[in-house]
C-alpha cells in the first residue's frame, strides 16, 4: 500500500522560507516521479515541481528559482524547499508519486502553506 504523508507546512512571513518534506512508504522516491502540487482557494490545483526517477527536475513558472525539489534515498522522502516565499505560495501543498511500472497515481493529504505579509 502507498503512502505518503506530508509535513512542515505553516505560516511564514513574505520574504521567508519553509522546507515541505513528504515521506513515502510503498514506493521508493528514487525509482519513480516524484511532484508538489498546491491548490490556493477557488483555484485549480497546479503543479509546483517535479523531479524524475533519473534526477531531471521541472518547475512551474512561478517558482522556478525560488523553490528546489529533491529526494533523499536514505528516508525515502522527497522534499520541498521554498525560499523568497510571496503572498501568492499561500495554498495547500500536495505531494504527488508517479508509479513508473503501472502509471498509476498517487496523492499525500496535503499540507497547508500560508505566506502573511
Known amino acids: 500500500q502507498v503512502q505518503l504523508v506530508e509535513s512542515g507546512g505553516g505560516l511564514v512571513q513574505a520574504g521567508g522560507s519553509l522546507r515541505l518534506s513528504c515521506r513515502a512508504a510503498g514506493i521508493g522516491v528514487s525509482s519513480n516521479t516524484l511532484s508538489w502540487y498546491r491548490q490556493a482557494p477557488g483555484k485549480q490545483r497546479e503543479l509546483v515541481a517535479t523531479i524524475t526517477s533519473g534526477g531531471s527536475t521541472k518547475y512551474g513558472d512561478s517558482v522556478t528559482g525560488r523553490f528546489t525539489i529533491s529526494t533523499e534515498n536514505a528516508k525515502n522522502t522527497v522534499w520541498l524547499q521554498m525560499n523568497s516565499l510571496k503572498l501568492e505560495d499561500t495554498a495547500v501543498y500536495y505531494c504527488?508519486?508517479?508509479?513508473?511500472?503501472?502509471?498509476?497515481?498517487?496523492w499525500g493529504q496535503g499540507t497547508q502553506v500560508t505566506v502573511s505579509s
Open positions: 504527488n508519486a508517479v508509479s513508473t511500472l503501472s502509471h498509476l497515481n498517487y
